[in-house]
């Protein structure tokens, strides 16, 4: 685990890399900016700095192994056991956080286990269909033969938009926001990138589901507390219809008595 993370780290100094984290970095100020509440973590990946726009007054970054050039760090936890009660956080960042995970799916749990009730989870993942995905498939190939390094650090598979989905409504979570980002191919000079920057504008128009990144914003549902809000609409309807009834019968009687 500690190899991966070193070399992640070296990949994002590489122009790919800081494509990459421009790009997750630039969806992250805006998507966390007008989310309020009053504790929120960062899970991983110092180099995004994820809550920079969001104003809740308790903010850590946790990551899951000690590392001297992480300052900022607050805390090292395991992402599938977090220091937090359950429903005490309002906001989570993963940023390829399940990519590491040796247990995404425990991860996702732990995750909706300390979220509130409507708290917030922000995901940033690298989709596996895409033009990095297959060139990420093809590197490992050739390196299992002993041929060059893979495009990618040496991380867990990655995981597709679709699945990710899948999982989140399995736990409850109502996805709000997803989009696709970095169309340019994946190329290693940093001439070259610029040469693709065509790509980020028109690809998106005909294959948006094609880009290299994607971006999920989902919010914890706890579907109790609606039914019960139902509840109390369709109880209120029924007595409000009561009334004229009652009324109705009232006036009848005194019809036959002859009162008045």
């Avoid at 998507?31 to 809740?56: C, I, S, T």
């Avoid at 409507?118 to 990420?136: A, M, Y």
């Avoid at 709000?176 to 610029?194: H, I, K, M, N, Q």
Wanted: glycine share 6%; charged share 25%; net charge positive.
């Amino acid at each position: 685990m500690g190899d991966q993370i070193i070399g992640l780290r070296e990949w994002f100094e590489t122009p790919a890399g800081s494509y990459l984290l421009a790009w997750e970095q630039a969806q992250l100020d805006d998507a966390v900016a007008d989310l309020f509440g009053y504790h929120a973590v960062q899970l991983g990946v110092p180099e995004l700095d994820a809550l920079k726009r969001n104003r809740m007054p308790h903010r850590w970054l946790a990551v899951s192994e000690p590392d001297l050039r992480c300052a900022a760090v607050t805390f090292h936890a395991d992402f599938t056991a977090l220091p937090f009660p359950a429903n005490s956080l309002d906001l989570v960042i993963l940023p390829h956080a399940l990519e590491f995970s040796p247990d995404p799916h425990a991860t996702l749990r732990e995750v909706e286990r300390v979220l509130v009730p409507e708290g917030k989870v922000v995901i940033c993942g690298l989709n596996p269909v895409s033009l990095w995905g297959l060139r990420q498939r093809r590197s490992r190939w050739y390196h299992r033969l002993g041929w060059g390094q893979v495009f990618l650090p040496e991380w867990g598979d990655l995981i597709g938009f679709w699945r990710l989905r899948d999982w989140l409504r399995l736990l409850s979570f109502e996805v709000e926001t997803g989009r696709f980002g970095c169309y340019r191919p994946a190329v290693e000079s940093a001439d070259w990138l610029r040469r693709f920057t065509w790509m980020d504008r028109v690809v998106p128009r005909f294959l948006p589901i094609a880009g290299a990144a994607y971006f999920v914003v989902a919010t914890k549902r706890v579907r109790g507390m609606r039914l019960m809000g139902a509840q109390w609409k369709s109880a209120a309807k029924r007595s409000t219809s009561a009334v004229p009834v009652v009324q109705q019968t009232h006036a009848a009687v005194n019809e036959k008595t002859g009162r008045k």
